[in-house]
């Protein structure tokens, strides 16, 4: 299986920051990489896909990048709504497989 | 709109068999793909399978022989059945369109919390 290390398991960040978060995968995933945001008891909902693609409907404050086998989501200028989780999620090969998640609070 | 609706027991108890239906509307279900998902407490997320828009299917490994996934489309629906379950698959629930031109999950269901307990 493809294992996929995100980094940090938490942060608080302000408002005026850019946030980053990474996910390393154990081996090369050639960009199948997206990135989900999650509230409290609501479904994940997609952000990046492709690493870089921004999904419809999401700010463009949000962006993908990769660095060899290691993706990072960044949070430009972040707002108060976006506070949740955030995870990612390699589709190159089954038995897909998520980041541990990240627990983002904006203070 | 495509949307997803998970259904099933909110408690199941350990050594039975959880069943799930996924409804989907504003879409059919034979074209692209359709997963289940879980959410365990604290956090960490599973990819337990899909059924493709032919009826084929792919588990994880890690459920071994307990899972399967089915099908019915005159309903539009599809459908999980994970037998022997333990207290370990308490979870959340959830059920996903993956689709290929984005290769990943874009639309998912609610998601339904079935807790495993005597």
């Known amino acids: 299986d493809i294992q996929m290390t995100q980094s940090p398991a938490s942060l608080s960040a302000s408002l005026e920051e850019i946030v980053t978060i990474t996910c390393k995968a154990s081996?090369?995933?050639?960009?199948?990489l997206s990135w989900y945001q999650q509230k409290p008891g609501k479904s994940p909902q997609l952000l990046i896909y492709?690493?870089?693609s921004l999904a419809d409907g999401v700010p463009s404050r949000f962006s993908g990048s990769r660095s060899g086998t290691q993706y990072s989501l960044k949070i430009s200028r972040p707002q108060v709504d976006d506070s949740g989780i955030y995870y990612c999620l390699q589709s190159y090969s089954t038995p897909y497989t998520f980041g541990a998640g990240t627990k983002l609070e904006l203070k | 709109e495509v949307q997803l609706q998970e259904s099933g027991p909110g408690l199941v108890k350990p050594s039975q068999s959880l069943s799930l239906t996924c409804s989907v509307t504003?879409?059919?279900?034979?074209?692209?793909?359709w997963g289940w998902i879980r959410k365990f407490p604290g956090n960490k997320m599973e990819w337990m399978g899909y059924?493709?828009?032919?009826?084929?299917?792919s588990y994880n490994p890690s459920l071994k022989s307990r899972i399967s996934i089915t099908r019915d489309t005159s309903k539009n629906q599809f459908f999980l059945q994970l037998n022997s379950v333990t207290t370990e698959d308490t979870a959340t629930y959830y059920c996903?369109?993956?689709?290929?031109?984005?290769?990943?999950?874009?639309?998912w269901g609610q998601g339904v919390m079935v807790t495993v307990s005597s």
């Open positions: 492709d690493a870089t």
């Open positions: 059924i493709s828009y032919s009826g084929s299917t």
């Open positions: 504003g879409y059919s279900i034979t074209s692209n793909y």
């Open positions: 081996q090369g995933i050639d960009d199948y």
């Open positions: 996903a369109r993956y689709v290929n031109i984005l290769w990943t999950f874009d639309y």
